[in-house]
């Protein structure tokens, strides 16, 4: 059977399986004719509001540490939620496009993606309706290559399909239950953690550290100097009593969710 078969054929029981069950799963098996990959993880998104499960192909025994950790906490420091805060919309975009310039040494890169072994992600927002977005994250194992532009773009012409299916199945057939409100981002929270002693903008330079910002980015995001950022980092590492972005990320996460 040719590619081209194979798809069309992907697409056609994608189109059956509307309003059913097997809606998730056939969109899969039709976005992996177009480019491969092999996790699949879809929630849906409406704001600030905690991510609902929606779909994914996970292995039971990595569910905890996949889609779990996910949904509790760590999407807070997710750069395709935090994209999606600040842009809403139909779209895609390639992990490397929307993260911060330093994502790669954060401690959240290094135990949420390195942890799992994931060498790529890229993401698909289809807006099924005014406030709500389903976030379809397909990702790429260490052995595998990462998301091509090419491929980016192979995604970005079939992504209108994709949009009439989804909103044409949630029109008809709703998985899960309403989102849960947190109603805080994670600028929000960081504010909250460190409130009894940091001030405004030393709380502000912590969320942009946690998320994955240089100290050039966070001085052109806060309209200050290098040299100020550097000193703003300094005297909230003090305050806290710790030493390191990794002590940074475990402050946060106790104390958000104890």
């Known amino acids: 059977m040719n590619i ?31 480019v491969g990959f092999i996790g699949i993880f879809v929630t849906e998104l409406e ?17 905890l540490d996949v ?19 600040k842009s809403p919309g139909t779209k895609v975009h390639r992990l490397v496009e929307i993260s911060p310039d330093r994502f790669q040494s954060s401690t959240y890169y290094e135990r949420y993606y390195k942890g799992l072994k994931l060498k790529d992600e890229i993401g698909l927002f289809v807006q099924i309706s005014e406030k709500n977005t389903l976030f379809y994250s397909l990702g790429r194992h260490t052995h595998e ?26 029109d008809g057939f709703r998985h899960g239950g309403s989102s849960q409100t947190v109603g805080r981002d994670v600028d929000e929270a960081m504010l909250n ?11 502000e330079i912590a969320g942009l550290i946690l998320k994955g910002h240089s100290s050039h980015s966070i001085a052109a995001q ?31 996460f106790e104390s958000v969710f104890e």
């Open 67 to 85: 889609v779990d950790t996910y949904i509790e906490r760590n999407y807070l420091l997710d750069p395709f939620f935090n994209s999606n805060l």
């Open 145 to 170: 290559k990462r998301f091509s532009k090419a491929e980016t773009k192979k995604f970005r012409e079939i992504l209108p399909v994709i949009e009439a299916l989804s909103r044409r199945h949630f």
């Open 4 to 34: 081209r078969r194979c798809t069309n054929d992907s697409l056609a029981a994608t189109i059956s399986a509307v309003g059913t069950e097997d809606f998730f799963t056939r969109v899969t098996e039709y976005l992996q004719s177009i």
């Open 47 to 63: 704001g600030k509001k905690q991510p609902t499960h929606i779909y994914d192909n996970v292995r039971s025994e990595r569910r």
């Open 193 to 203: 953690f460190g409130e009894k002693w940091l001030t405004p903008r030393e709380s």
């Open 222 to 252: 806060t309209g200050t100097t290098i040299g100020t950022t550097k000193i703003h980092r300094k005297n909230l590492y003090r305050k806290l009593n710790i030493s390191s972005q990794a002590e940074l990320f475990h402050a946060f």
